[in-house]
């Protein structure tokens, strides 16, 4: 028999070949079991970090801003001495230096405001400033409030309708709201009942409309 030439494997019995394919599924079967195993271990390993995630977010609580007691404190004021539908809603407002912010029935502001001021745990004797603001579905009026001795801000918004909407003036409580309100009755259209001088004060009297609404279409588009 020359070198190239090789013995022919013997062949197997019905009885081994049986043997060796049963032999050859156990050990795919075994694969697949420890494959399924190991699939197995990675998902619950992966839950229980999700789950140790959410419970270290869960236990993130997020602190109470330093103003709340403040916020608190001034709706105690109001309630109890204007009355409960005075406030209208009190949040803090966190993108602006969280700031107490209240929203007061126009109903009730002209008192509120006097309370504001007179009161000697608030004092709010200063008015920033007040802006108006089409919120497309009402008008509003923004009124920014400071205490001086403790340097101690609030923002008071007053609502009212879009249309033919009218807001107390607060003049006689804070002069600096004179010239605002009539500028946002010049711009806005929005009338502050009880006004010393309510009339236009940048755009002229025979001027058409309110340049700051958001539906204002001026007569003329080139000005």
Excluded at 9 to 36: G, Q, S, V
Excluded at 68 to 84: N, S
Excluded at 152 to 175: H, L, N
């Amino acid at each position: 028999m020359s070198e190239d030439q090789k013995p022919e494997a013997p062949e197997l019995t019905a009885e081994e070949a049986a043997e060796k394919e049963a032999k050859l599924k156990a050990n795919r079967e075994a694969r697949a079991a420890r494959d399924a195993a190991r699939a197995a271990k990675a998902a619950e390993a992966a839950a229980s970090a999700a789950a140790a995630e959410g419970d270290a977010a869960a236990e993130v609580v997020k602190a109470p801003s330093p103003n709340q007691p403040k916020l608190d404190r001034i709706v105690q004021i109001i309630k109890e001495g204007i009355g409960e539908q005075a406030v209208v809603e009190a949040y803090i407002n966190e993108r602006d230096r969280e700031i107490p912010s209240l929203i007061i029935n126009k109903d009730q502001w002209y008192e509120t405001a006097q309370l504001l001021k007179e009161h000697p745990e608030l004092q709010l004797q200063y008015l920033r400033n007040v802006t108006g603001i089409d919120q497309e579905t009402h008008m509003e009026a923004v009124y920014y409030l400071i205490n001086l001795t403790d340097k101690q801000d609030y923002c008071i918004k007053v609502k009212t309708d879009r249309d033919g909407g009218e807001i107390p003036s607060v003049t006689a409580v804070w002069q600096t709201a004179n010239w605002n309100e009539r500028e946002i009755y010049d711009l806005l259209g929005v009338t502050f009942t009880g006004h010393p001088d309510l009339r236009r004060i940048m755009m002229p009297d025979e001027w058409v409309g309110n340049p700051l609404r958001k539906d204002y279409e001026p007569l003329d588009p080139e000005v």
